[in-house]
């Protein structure tokens, strides 16, 4: 292969990569307005007790965390840059208490502390509303 050919192959893969980041670019945007439509008034800290019971990332800067299947909890931690990649997370707490300014996200990949600077109750039952909503599709018949 000369090296014009893979230089155009080598193009053309950064260009398949940059359309092929398009859609999540999108889906990210839509997960995180549909978790922002249900989220509350900020509160200062929400009691914990158990392990979590599921999590998803929102990018670097937010991360929601469900204590219960119907009891979630959207975090503001700010410049935590490893979020997007971990596969799993920990809450630090004090007395089964998570607190905003005290208590961190840890990232399970490297361990690197995130602090929690917002909380807010989501709404589940609003959110599988507001999620159904971005799910409607829209159909047409096909011309004849």
Known sequence: MSCKSMLLAGVAAVLLAGCASVPRAERLSQ??????A???AP?????????LW????????QVVVYTKPKEAWLLDVPGC???PFANAIGLTSNLN???INFDKVIT???N????IQRIRPVDVSRLKAVQQQQRQIKTEPRPS
């Open 31 to 36: 997960r995180q307005a549909a978790y922002a």
């Open 108 to 110: 399970g990949r490297n």
């Open 38 to 40: 249900a989220a509350g």
């Open 54 to 61: 599921s999590w998803e990332d929102l990018g670097p800067d």
């Open 97 to 99: 208490q998570v607190s």
């Open 81 to 83: 840059l490893e979020l």
């Open 112 to 115: 690197i502390p995130c602090t």
């Open 43 to 51: 509160v200062n800290s929400f009691r914990f007790f158990t392990q």
